[in-house]
């Protein structure tokens, strides 16, 4: 059964780069990116890598532990990795998973069958601390994510936990924000003090609240 949002991201054991990880452990207080690449020695996936290592301090200040998986052996991910820096600029920084069986890409549905019989689409979930699933995304194998998007749904995420605000289109960090339609005009007044603007009673505008 898929994955969906709100969902216990799945447990499992495996050997990664930065040894064996027990996924719950691993996430335990933390949020959490896992994703898939198809292959090693590829590419679009040489690229994505690199760039995400490059965000190391961007995720570490939003408290967001890194995981990538694809079906490669471990000695494959250590070759690749050398590729890795001396094309991207920087090394890899985060645990990759060594799925040589599948049983991690299965469960979180990264195969897609009709895209290719083993290898994982671009697949990615971020995972709150409470271990569930918050965003989910899929890409083709030919077309490499957006990091910096990444980043910029995370910071909606923690906003939500946080200050029970949602985001709106094409929102930045550091823009208004929206009350979520749960909280009343009574208990906004305590939740947000300086007031807000109601453009609908179902619209209401705040500055972005911080910390
Ligand atoms: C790539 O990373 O470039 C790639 C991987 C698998 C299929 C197509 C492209």
Partial sequence: M???????????????????????????????????????????????????????????KRGVKVLGLSVDKIEDHAGWAKDIEETQGSALNFPLLADTQGEVARKYDMIHPNADNTLTVRSLFVIGPDK?????????????????????????????????????????????????????????KDKFPGGWKEVKPYLRIVPQPQG
């Fill in 132 to 188: 569930k699933v918050k965003l989910k995304i899929e890409y083709p194998a030919s077309t490499g994510r957006n990091f910096d998007e990444i980043l910029r749904v995370i910071d909606s995420l923690q906003l939500t936990a946080k200050h029970q605000v949602a985001t709106p289109v094409n929102w930045m960090n550091g823009e208004d924000v929206i009350i979520v339609p749960a909280v009343s005009n009574e208990v906004a």
């Fill in 2 to 60: 898929a994955i969906l949002i709100g969902d216990t991201a799945p447990d499992f054991t495996l050997e990664s780069t930065e040894g064996t990880i027990h996924f719950h452990d691993f996430i335990e207080g933390s949020w959490a990116v896992l994703f898939s690449h198809p292959k090693n020695y590829t590419p679009v996936c040489t690229t994505e890598l690199g760039y995400t290592a490059k965000l190391k301090d961007e995720f570490a």
